[in-house]
């Protein structure tokens, strides 16, 4: 007791002596400390600091099923009776049940704003460092290419949100911010796009992984389809195929992390198994079915998360034949004991590794059959079926050993693309913008109730008895828009909430 009296004595007796020491002597900056006013100096600095920034994408992504497909029609649950402690959280992203309070939506939005901090603080401290002119033209077109990926989900999520393109230099000044209209949103990501389309190399010699023009450019298509300006998005992504991108014959050969950034690939987040640094993968963690017990994660007692468990209904939706569904997913597994369990899960992302929880499997975000299917949409809603439309789509068919299509109608092509959007880039995190992409309101909220109500009469994993709740995948309009979170709008009081929450 005697010594910590002092030691506070001398810690008060320290700070009464600093606070008459001269005000220079305080406004130092601890030279062990890495802080923006004395980095992004040198070019080492400048490739350490966009490497960060893509470092920040790998928990974001880890996590982005929720909000893609989780929320959709292709995957659910595997409830945990014993467990409702992701009632609140997961399950309020599952049923729709989700409000400004719903922490999971909260993660989104922070995490988001996270990795913008980093990006902003990057691009202004970029002209006045002294890296080389080439690495800071690619430097800039890297991150605004992340800068605008990130707004495009935003938007996406949200509507309208607030823009911030330079970095915040008080507390004070967050307050003044507003959220912008989805045009400004969009115009701000279109801009970011067409500057790293014209920043950005075609490819990398030693530094694969990184974002290409391939990237920009498919990204830029995308933005284009989604706001209905089909002339764009075939400009755009027209540009891909000419980039070299090719798909690979074997479709098990594009998720095999032994087959990384391969020829199919525009844009991969990068993880890296087999190793204790910190920058794996463990996405068969959460997938796997629980109680699984090392039968499908092969390690002894392993089981898995149960969480974005394919549905009924995706199950439902392959054609007889498609060489994708036992790549992409199982109905079931056969467990220790020699007895089929009936529980599917995702098995694109299950491949053997030496390290419990450490998987090296990256997540596919752009490639070339996304690209392909994008140009079959664009081309039929500007001039309807075109060959060059049925050559897209039959590109992606016939690699998943299924007969090429001919002779549909605008809108029979329409669904056709939409189906095979669904299974070829099954669980890869883009259903529900393809489903917001294509249905009005009315069509949405009608697609997704009825969806709802085939899964609660038939539940894709057993509930044990549990009834569902009266509010669960009940799908109402305003819910095509997730809530600002609560805590922001506390923050910040200039923040208006979505209509319905």
Known sequence: ???????????????????????????????????????????TQVIQAVNGVYGQLRPLHLNQWQYTEFISDNTTLHFNPGNRGQGPALEALEFWQYNPATPNITNLYNSTYGVMVNVNTALQKLPESNASDAIKTRSEGELKFIRAYLYFHLVQHFGDVIVITEPVSSPAEAFEYERQPVETV????????????????????????????????????????????????????????????????????????????????????????????????????????????????????????????PSNDIIAAYEEGDLRKEVSLKEGYTNLEG????????????????????????????????????LAEAINETDGPTGTAFGYLNDVRERAGLDPLSGLGQDAFRQAVMQERRIELAFENHRWFDLKRTMDTQQLVSFLNDYGLRERADPTTSREGIPFSNGDFIFEAHEILFPIPQDQIRINSDLVQNPGY
């Open 186 to 309: 969009y115009q701000q990501i279109l801009s970011d796009l067409n500057d790293a389309v014209n920043a950005l190399p075609e490819s990398y010699e030693d530094e694969v992984g990184r974002v290409t023009k391939g990237a920009a450019l498919s990204l830029l298509g995308k933005v284009h389809l989604t706001r209905k300006e089909y002339g764009p998005a075939i400009q755009a992504l027209n540009q891909v195929t000419s980039l070299g991108y090719d798909l690979l014959t074997d479709y098990a050969a594009v998720f095999d992390p032994q087959n990384k950034n391969h020829q199919e690939s525009i844009w991969d987040i990068q993880y890296q198994g087999e190793n204790q640094f910190g920058v794996n993968s463990n996405f068969i963690y959460t997938f796997a079915p629980r109680e699984s017990f090392g039968a499908v994660i092969d390690f002894p007692g392993q089981e898995g998360g149960g969480w974005n468990t």
């Open 339 to 374: 007895d089929y369990v009936g529980v599917p899960f995702i098995n694109k992302f299950n491949h053997p590794h030496s390290i419990r929880g450490v998987t090296n499997d990256n997540w596919p975000v752009i490639r070339y059959a996304d690209v392909l299917l994008m």
């Open 1 to 43: 007791m005697k010594i910590n009296t002092q030691i506070k004595l001398f810690c008060l007796g320290s700070l009464l002596a600093f606070s008459a020491c001269d005000e220079e002597f305080l406004n130092k900056t601890d030279p062990t400390v890495l802080v923006a006013d004395n980095f992004y100096q040198t070019e």
